[in-house]
């Protein structure tokens, strides 16, 4: 089955994602695929989605952040728009407030993230704004940089209102920032569409995404485990595996649970349905090959009473 591509659209409030969007748009319209938007605001009335035509699917997430208050909201809109729609491509256009690790997080729902391939994660930073960052809350100051760190590419937007000098300064702190991303000067988010694409490509090259910095991985377990030799497992995981979220069966019960993993904490809910049992990694710079090969022996384990 072909996966849906999705393409994060991450940056602070007004620095360009919805101009980004558009351009994106307007080159699938050449492309002729069949592209969905979800659109998250968060106020109560959509003010962006006059930037999508009509024959484009389009779904708002109003009221709240997809990476902490209407979580769910998403999960529905996605898991609807996946079978009654298969778009090709999905493209999430954030608040400014939101942090990628908790979209991507929200993103990779269990029930579904083996259908879809996550493109990357594009950043647009105003310039001005960020040259002028201190002026914000510590807390805005540390969201934009969390949104630069984690980007897969970064637009460095609003040129036409910075210097050359400024300019030249600002690549500098991106690329000091996050060494990996490729990193772009635009003006109204004017970038080649090809570089975007090659991105993905990229991604698709390496199927292990050791290159980018936020990298998802899902496995599906088709037999239960032993939660002792799972626990062991927990306990050697890399510390930079943030997130780990699925539904998992041990030998002990009937049921699966739905499994959640934070920052090194484990927790477990008995589910009361037979669930698909994908676990879903969220983590940086993880070579996932190896994270796949213990579970592959966790699953050859043979049963011990
Ligand atoms: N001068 C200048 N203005 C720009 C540029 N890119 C976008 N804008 C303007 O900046 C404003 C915000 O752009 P949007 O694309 O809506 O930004 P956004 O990130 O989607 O904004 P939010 O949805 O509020 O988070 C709009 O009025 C754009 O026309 C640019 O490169 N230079």
Request: some cysteine; charged content about 25%; aromatic content about 8%.
């Amino acid at each position: 089955m072909k996966k849906t591509e999705v393409y994060i659209l991450s940056g602070f409030l007004g620095s360009g994602k919805t101009t980004l969007l558009k351009r994106f748009l307007a080159d699938e319209r050449s492309r002729g695929r069949k592209v969905a938007v979800l659109m998250n605001e968060l106020g109560q009335v959509s003010i962006d989605s006059d930037a999508v035509e009509e024959d484009i699917l389009l779904k708002e997430l109003l009221g709240g952040c997809i990476c902490c208050s209407i979580q769910d909201k998403l999960e529905a809109q996605l898991q609807g728009l996946l079978m009654e729609e298969q778009p090709e491509v999905i493209y999430i256009e954030t608040t400014g407030a939101a942090h990628p690790v908790e979209v991507l997080d929200s993103i990779l729902s269990p029930l579904f993230a083996d259908q879809l391939l996550i493109k990357g994660i594009i950043t647009t930073v105003d310039g001005t704004r960020w040259k002028n960052r201190k002026a914000l809350s510590p807390q805005l100051q540390q969201l934009i940089l969390e949104q630069v760190r984690n980007a897969d590419f970064i637009l460095i937007n609003k040129i036409d209102e910075l210097k050359e000098n400024e300019q030249a300064q600002l690549i500098f702190e991106m690329q000091g920032l996050n060494p990996k991303a490729q990193c772009l000067l635009t003006s109204y988010s004017k970038v080649p569409m090809d570089r975007l694409r090659n991105l993905s490509v990229n991604v698709e090259k390496e199927s292990s995404h050791i290159h980018l910095n936020l990298s998802t991985y899902v496995y599906q377990f088709h037999k239960p485990i032993s939660d002792t030799s799972f626990e062991e497992f927990l306990k050697n995981l890399p510390d930079t595996i943030f997130r780990i979220k699925g539904y998992i069966k041990f030998h002990y019960s009937e049921q699966p649970f739905l499994f959640q993993y934070a920052y090194g904490m484990p927790l477990y809910m008995k589910e009361y349905m037979d669930m698909r049992l994908n676990l879903v990694f969220i983590g940086e710079n993880v070579d996932w090959a190896i994270i796949e090969q213990q579970l592959v022996s966790l699953e050859s384990e043979t049963e011990t009473v």
